[in-house]
């Protein structure tokens, strides 16, 4: 059987596309969030470079937990 890659073709471009997307908007309002400190700001950016698709996702979940919590 051949190996083939988990994912790959058009559905692989549009999938690295939505993550690079994500990524990029969840760090740039990380960076930009007036509501985070500077410690807490270089803290989420670290943990979205380190582990990008969870840290996007944890920080979106958190950010929306913050904004219904007020």
Known sequence: MENLPLVSGTLGLILMIV???????????????????RNNKWLW??????????????????RLVKRVAN
């Open 19 to 37: 993550w690079l997307a994500l990524l990029i908007f969840t760090l740039f309002h990380a960076i930009g969030n007036k509501n985070i400190d």
């Open 45 to 62: 950016v670290v943990i979205m470079v380190v582990v990008p698709i969870l840290g996007s996702l944890v920080y979106l979940f958190w």
